[in-house]
């Protein structure tokens, strides 16, 4: 089993809909986790950062947290022709302090 | 806000030769940076843990003698590809983490990449 687990997708979302993009991890104890959004050819860029149970909201983006089912997810409303990307979740485990990225989902907006 | 820069960011080498990546946090202090590998279509991998003043920390089935880091000052570390070959041809991130704060994506800065290709 994968530490972190996205589906690849692609999802593709029509412009002005939602995209739900879900994201599961095996680390029970890992505290910190993170949406990250890469562009083809470029390096990945935060988007969202959460820490506890629930929601929390920045923009058109939305991240989920339930620790309960090891599971986390985003949000993103209004989607963008320019939100076309891939998705990268990343989760800090409890030991150490380096971020452990799932594979990635591919998001196509259409216009 | 903070940068995190590397270079080159492209290269092109000749197998069996090495070649240096060097990634830079540009207006903050360093302790911690971390060296990722990344395939077409597939996720970030991570290589290394590298520590100011100490040895890398590889991850499982990285070889290090292959995969040379070296952290020497706080605001830089440096990933020298030994004897390179055409499957080490990748895209090579580097991130950051900025001494001051307390460990959070806000403060965990990337590079823009390097990319590597061995003929």
């Known amino acids: 089993q994968k530490e972190v687990e996205q589906n690849s997708g692609p999802l593709s979302v029509p412009e002005g809909a939602i995209a739900s993009l879900n994201c599961t991890y095996s680390?029970?104890?890992?505290?910190?986790f993170f949406w990250y959004r890469q562009y083809s050819g470029k390096s990945p860029e935060l988007i969202m950062s959460i820490y506890s149970n629930g929601d929390k909201e920045d923009g058109r983006f939305t991240a989920q947290l339930n620790k309960a089912s090891q599971y986390v997810s985003l949000l993103i409303r209004d989607s963008q022709p320019s939100d076309s990307a891939t998705y990268l979740c990343?989760?800090?485990?409890?030991?150490?302090?380096?971020?452990?990225f799932g594979g990635g989902t591919r998001v196509l907006v259409k216009p | 806000g903070a940068v995190v820069s590397q270079h080159p960011s492209r290269v092109i080498c000749k197998s069996g030769t090495s070649v240096k990546i060097e990634c830079r946090s540009l207006d903050f202090q360093a302790t911690t940076m971390f060296w990722y590998r990344q395939f077409p279509k597939q996720s970030l991998m991570l290589m290394a843990t590298s520590n100011e003043g100490s040895k890398a920390t590889y991850e499982q089935g990285v070889e290090k003698d292959k995969f040379l880091i070296n952290h020497a000052s706080l605001t830089l570390s440096t990933l020298t590809v030994t004897s390179a070959h055409p499957e080490d041809s990748s895209f090579y991130i580097c991130s950051a983490r900025d001494r001051i704060g307390s460990f959070s994506g806000n403060t965990i800065y990337f590079g823009e990449g390097s990319w590597l290709t061995v003929v």
């Open positions: 680390d029970r104890g890992s505290q910190s």
């Open positions: 990343a989760v800090r485990g409890a030991a150490g302090n380096k971020l452990t």
